[in-house]
């Protein structure tokens, strides 16, 4: 039997979810053989409708953001939509969202890429239209794990980062990962499959290291902040305890 969702938030407009990690929001022909999505999931487990007014990629677990109503899913998509640059217009409805990734390799402490993108990640880049895009990080600990991946190193080196996207193009920190040669773990088409085996199997969990950690936009019918978080699953802690904390480079 399926587990219910975890609730973040509930009002009369709005619900919020932790969506786990490799479940899609809804269905797709991208991935034709999936017998269960996230809104089918939520309409039964609350007897009613939803609308998700954002996406996350069925590998990414962490908030997940649903109106209650078609008017308010519009007024909802139209912010995210302005806040990912999808419209040309001054942003007066900032959208905060935060990611916890687990990459290959040490980054520098900070920065920001800001790469445009070809509009579809899944044709070629060649002809599309390039989109701006920008995402920022921070590293929050690097890490070691006692594995031979590389035959250079008798250790692979792995970091923990903050991520936070200006912007709202598809697989945006996933292709912009890889730009920086710090692809995320677990990524089958941006990453590296060798190293993901290794590293799955030696933590012994295979998933797509990224969480939506957080949320923050403007409610929609009282016009307050609403700040919405979801803690990583165990895995994250079982990852930590795994790996050696060597210090910062």
Known sequence: MTPPLALIHTDAWLLAVHKP???LVHRTALDAHATEDLVTQLRAQ???????VHRL????SGVLLLARDAATARQLG????????AIDKPIDKPIDKRYLALVRGWPAAEGEIDQPLARDPELPS???PRLAACTRWRVLQPLQLPLATDGRHADTRLALLELQPLSGRRHQIRRHLKALAH???GDATHGKGPLNRAVA???GHSRLWLHALSLAVQHPATGQPLALRAEPGPEWAALLHAATMPPRP
């Open 21 to 23: 990690c490799g479940l």
């Open 46 to 52: 609350i007897g009613a409708p939803v609308w998700p």
């Open 57 to 60: 990629d069925k590998g990414t």
């Open 78 to 85: 139209a912010d995210f939509a302005a806040a990912g640059g």
């Open 126 to 128: 060649t002809g599309q």
């Open 183 to 185: 692809p995320l773990i």
């Open 201 to 203: 199997a030696h933590l």
